[in-house]
């Protein structure tokens, strides 16, 4: 009796074994499909291949929820660590506090959401470089934007913005790190508008918040943008952008950890009081990702990534003005938008030679982006399909 059990028991594993590693194949046929960071053929995404030490990080916490904080202390423990991280990378007051979710889009939600709540109005003055997430902000809540005209370098027109503000301003939404262009709005004047007229200031820094900092480290020119200035209200920043982290983790850093009240309702029966934010259950993997990479990077290895990928921004855009080309606009940061007659037909062009980059339509332009997974080789490799590419769409380059 007792063999036959064993037997059983032993072929019952064998065939677990059998259908793992058959849904394993499966899943790597479909995995196999997918354009992949580590070639660098993906060449127009604000993400990259997260480094190993998140991917290790990640694994561990798969089944923590941090909606439900009191099981999961130490979780909890390294969500706060982390936020303390962020509040010092971004110059934050020690009353302010930070949400951690799943990305730019819900930071941004959770922005505007606080902004009407705290002043009761409803209109969001934003300039036309703004990310999508804030149509969706129009279609979920209440809100009206009040789009701002662009200066010729496409930063926000301060004087527009002066003639957008009203008795029904709610806030005001300045961009550090364009989607499209890598530009960042004037943060110190708009800061120093909200300042006066006492009015929400949100700054988008989903993209640069990993870069701006780090950009003047290394001798670049760039205004402040973080909560350092009295202005600012808050903050979205992502790890799973130039965090170097895993998808999904951005996160909202908000000056006053009292506005919290304003967006969190009583949770009766979880292990807390209260809870603020969209979601409830929150996983731990991706902040304890989030976590490790800044312990392993701290900020000089922040700060030689960002070095890195400027340096290979410069060396792709020689490569691509030498080649006749135009950009929209000098690069503030690691994004180069290139002005073509038929863009879409280059992108198009580009996807069937295997490599992925961005069509923006707005700008007649594609969008690269020289994400750290983006080396010099890879630009060297590029270019001549780039070539190819614009060749055979009838754009004039220069031999
Ligand atoms: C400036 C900016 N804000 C918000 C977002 C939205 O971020 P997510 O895609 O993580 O929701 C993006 C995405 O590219 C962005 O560039």
């Given at each position: 009796m007792q063999t036959l059990l064993c037997i059983i028991s032993k072929m019952r594993k064998e065939y677990n074994q059998k259908k793992e590693s058959q849904i394993l194949k499966n899943l790597d046929i479909y995995k196999n499909q997918d354009f992949s960071f580590k070639n660098g053929?993906?060449?127009?995404?604000?993400?990259?291949?997260?480094l190993p030490i998140a991917k290790k990080a990640y694994i561990r916490f798969?089944?923590?929820?941090?909606?439900?904080?009191e099981l999961f202390p130490g979780t909890k423990e390294i969500e706060i660590r982390y936020i303390s991280f962020l509040k010092k990378l971004l110059n934050a007051p020690k009353q302010s506090s930070g949400i951690i979710g799943t990305g730019g889009t819900e930071s941004n939600i959770i922005a505007i959401w606080l902004a009407k709540n705290l002043s009761s109005k409803r209109e969001i003055i934003i300039p036309k470089?703004?990310?999508f997430s804030f149509q969706k902000i129009v279609s979920l809540m209440d809100i009206k934007l009040i789009p701002v005209n662009l200066t010729?370098?496409?930063?926000?027109?301060i004087l527009d913005v002066k003639n957008k503000i009203?008795?029904?301003?709610a806030a005001i939404v300045g961009i550090a790190?364009?989607?499209?262009?890598g530009t960042i709005d004037p943060i110190p004047e708009l800061s120093d508008i909200c300042k006066d007229e006492n009015i929400f200031l949100h700054v988008?820094?989903?993209?640069?918040g990993f870069i701006i900092p780090f950009l003047k480290k290394i001798g670049y020119n760039v205004a402040d943008f973080d909560l350092?200035?009295?202005?600012?209200?808050s903050i979205t920043i992502d790890a799973h952008k130039m965090g170097?982290?895993?998808?999904p983790l951005g996160s909202l850093i908000i000056r006053?950890?009292?506005?919290l009240d304003k967006i969190s309702v009583e949770t009766?029966?979880?292990?807390?009081k209260k809870q603020a934010g969209i979601?409830?259950?929150?996983?731990?993997a991706p902040v304890a990702a989030a976590y490790a990479v800044s312990e392993y990077l701290g900020m000089q290895g922040y700060k030689r990534i960002v070095q890195r990928c400027m340096d290979t921004t410069n060396y792709a855009q020689k490569k691509i003005e030498n080649m006749g080309l135009n950009l929209i606009?000098?690069?503030?940061?690691?994004i180069l938008a290139i002005k073509l007659k038929k863009p879409s037909v280059v992108v198009y062009n580009l996807t069937r030679f295997g490599w992925k980059v961005n069509y923006m339509s707005r700008f007649s332009a594609i969008r690269i982006v020289l994400m750290p997974h983006i080396t010099k080789r890879i630009i060297d490799e590029f270019i001549p399909y780039l070539r190819k590419a614009c060749e055979s769409a009838g754009e004039s380059i220069s031999y």
């Open positions: 053929r993906i060449i127009g995404s604000m993400c990259t291949q997260p798969l089944e923590t929820n941090l909606g439900d904080p470089t703004a990310h010729k370098k496409y930063h926000m027109d009203d008795n029904n301003t790190g364009s989607t499209e262009l988008d820094a989903a993209f640069g350092k200035l009295k202005g600012v209200s170097c982290s895993a998808i006053e950890k009292k506005w009766p029966y979880i292990s807390s979601l409830a259950t929150r996983s731990g606009t000098n690069p503030t940061m690691n």
